[in-house]
């Protein structure tokens, strides 16, 4: 089993739709969160870090469930710009390396 | 905006040609990471670096070297180009406050 685990995809949704990325983890230590977004031939880019009481940022939200090790994104009102692979990313404690899910790739179309 | 520099952008090299990739920060991070990323594949840790002087091998097995003179620079050298290194190669930092990861934007390198 993958250390962590996300959605396969991909997904395929209308301008305007809301989505839901679904991630697991296995190191119940871990210590911090993150998802990131890929555009296609382009680095890794933080997209917003994940804390235990959810957060949001405009049309994103992130919640974290330490008691099932499961981590989501939400994107409301999804843009065209949206359209990239999104990366669940769990670094398991201080000392140790960050581990990237195989993330899952979202296209919005007109 | 990120701190962190990698060059070349793109190398085109004929096999069996010593190639070096260079990454460097001016964050100050302690921490610096080489991922080999294919197309629309997952991203692998092949080397890592906690401080000067230190480096590991990371969980995907590479024929490539690194080396951390100084903190701000972390080369990745292949000895012997070969065409089943052709990849995306990324480097990135982290630090002991700001922890997340931070990337540069990569060389693809191609070998001939």
């Known amino acids: 089993r993958k250390e962590v685990e996300q959605d396969p995809g991909p997904f395929n949704v209308p301008e305007g739709a809301t989505v839901a990325f679904n991630c697991t983890y296995s190191n119940s230590a871990s210590q911090s969160f993150f998802w990131y977004r890929q555009d296609c031939r382009k680095e890794p880019k933080l997209l917003m870090s994940v804390y235990s009481s959810g957060n949001e940022d405009g049309r994103f939200t992130a919640q974290l469930n330490r008691a099932s090790q499961y981590i989501s994104l939400l994107i409301r009102d999804s843009k065209l710009s949206d359209s990239a692979t999104y990366l669940c990313v769990v670094n398991p404690n201080y000392g140790q390396n960050f581990v990237f899910g195989p993330g899952t790739r979202l296209s919005v179309l007109p | 905006e990120a701190d962190i520099y990698q060059t070349p952008r793109y190398l085109v090299i004929g096999t069996g040609k010593k190639i070096t990739l260079e990454c460097s920060q001016t964050?100050?991070?302690?921490?610096m990471y080489w991922y080999q990323q294919d197309p629309g594949m997952e991203l692998h840790l092949i080397h890592y670096?906690?401080?000067?002087?230190?480096?590991e091998k990371g969980d995907l097995s590479s024929e490539s070297t690194v080396s951390r003179i100084r903190t701000e620079h972390f080369p990745l050298t292949l000895e012997s180009a070969r065409p089943s290194h052709t990849s995306q190669y990324l480097c990135?930092?982290?630090?002991?406050?700001?922890?997340?990861?931070?990337f540069g934007q990569g060389t693809r390198l191609t070998v001939v």
């Open positions: 964050m100050g991070h302690d921490k």
């Open positions: 670096s906690y401080g000067v002087n230190s480096t």
């Open positions: 990135a930092s982290s630090g002991d406050r700001i922890r997340e990861a931070f």
